[in-house]
Each structure stands twice: as C-alpha cells, then as structure tokens.
C-alpha cells in the first residue's frame, strides 16, 4: 500500500513551458486536492475532485488545469509557467470530509 | 468565513521541556479541526483530530490538543519534547474547506 504518490520529485522549468504533475493514491479515496506550500503562507488549495470526472476550483486556479479520468489519478497542469508558479506541490487524497493524506510533494522551479 | 491563525511562527525549545503551540480560528459554523506535521522534504502527516465529544484529543508521538470552543481555540502541547519533535506543524479548520494556518516551526535543541 503506497498511499498518495507523487511524479515526478523535482522539476526545474523555464518560463512559458508546460509540464504535467501526476498524483497517485491507491486507497481507493473519492477525494483527490492539489496544494501549493510557499514559504509563510501555509497551504493554498489550487483545484480538488470529488470524484471521477469531477474537478473544481480552490483558492488559488489561476494558471492551472486539472483532470481526474481515473478515480486513482490527479493531474495538475501548468500550460505556461510562470516564475510565480515556483513552488512546492502537495497532492492529497480522503475517503470524506474529514482528514487527507498527503503525498510526499514536488519541488518546482520556473526560471 | 473561516479563518485560522497560528500565534508562533516559531518555537525553539531545549529537549525534554514541555511545549505548546497555539491555533485560533473563526467560523461561521461548526468546525472540524486538525494539526498536522511536516518533516523536512516530506509531506503533511496527520497528528491528531477534533470532530466530537471529548475536549481533549489525543494523537501519535505523545501529542494532545484541546478545543476550546469559547476561546475558539485548539493548542497542541507535548510534555516532553525530543529532538525528533523538530518539524513544522499546520492547524487546519474544516467548516466547508479544508484551511490551513501559516505553520510553527518547532525547533528542539539539545
């Protein structure tokens, strides 16, 4: 049992180039969240599923797309990135409204 | 609304000292509330929850929180801190979303 995986681990990227994140949970969780972690700002969600086929809008969307066609996948998109898009990545999965277990994250770097 | 406020940024402490770390929150509605930690390069693990009953919620490692429903508050303490309590630690709200404070950095020293 893995749990919440994350790929790829770290990422450097020049601005206006696209990359995909990809979250992986194998507990088989309806909820699926992509955060951003930056330095003295806690948590921000970006976009979370409630289910296959779902996706929705957090705090912070702007700049980011996101796919669920899988019930144990996650995709985060960024179609050009920007240097404010420097970040550190959590995904995170839950069985219902209650606690989410995190991925281990990925370290991104736009230049 | 909701909000959620970590009152220390930082908290250093020699080993084996007690520690508290404080949480307050605002809400407009019954609230669920959570702490988290982060080791260094890892992700968020879940220390401990409140979703009912008992005040006073017990978690792994030897920590415990305290909802404090007129003060609005939910401190983590631990009564004897290690080395490998270093880490930074989220409070997290759950009215509709999930919110998290900026975090405390818990420094234990030797």
């Known amino acids: 049992n893995a749990g919440v995986t994350q790929t790829p681990k770290f990422r450097v990227l020049k601005t206006g180039q696209s990359m995909t994140l990809l979250c992986a949970q194998d507990?088989?969780?309806?909820?699926m969240y992509w955060y951003r972690q930056d330095p003295g700002m806690g948590l921000r969600l970006i976009h979370y599923?409630?289910?296959?086929?779902?996706?929705a809008k957090g705090e912070v969307p702007d700049g980011y797309n996101v796919s669920r066609l899988k019930k144990q996948n996650f995709l985060l998109g960024l179609e050009s990135a920007a240097p404010s898009q420097t970040s550190v990545y959590f995904c995170?999965?839950?069985?219902?409204?209650?606690?989410?277990?995190f991925g281990p994250g990925t370290r991104l770097t736009v230049t | 609304a909701q909000s959620v406020t970590q009152l220390d940024s930082q908290v250093p402490v020699f080993e084996e000292a007690p520690v508290e770390l404080r949480c307050n929150y605002s809400?407009?509605?019954?609230?669920?509330l959570f702490w988290y930690v982060q080791y260094p390069n890892q992700g968020l693990q879940l220390l401990l929850k409140?979703?009912?009953?008992?005040?006073l919620v017990k978690g792994i490692n030897g920590f415990e929180a305290e909802f404090n429903k007129s003060q609005t508050s939910f401190h983590l303490r631990k009564p004897s801190v290690h080395i490998s309590d270093t880490a930074e630690y989220f409070c997290?709200?759950?009215?509709?979303?999930?919110?998290f404070g900026q975090g405390t950095e818990l420094s234990v020293k030797p």
């Open positions: 995170a999965s839950s069985p219902s409204f209650y606690e989410q277990y």
């Open positions: 507990m088989n969780h309806e909820y």
């Open positions: 599923s409630v289910g296959e086929g779902t996706t």
């Open positions: 809400s407009s509605v019954s609230v669920y």
């Open positions: 409140y979703l009912s009953g008992s005040t």
């Open positions: 997290a709200v759950r009215g509709g979303k999930l919110i």
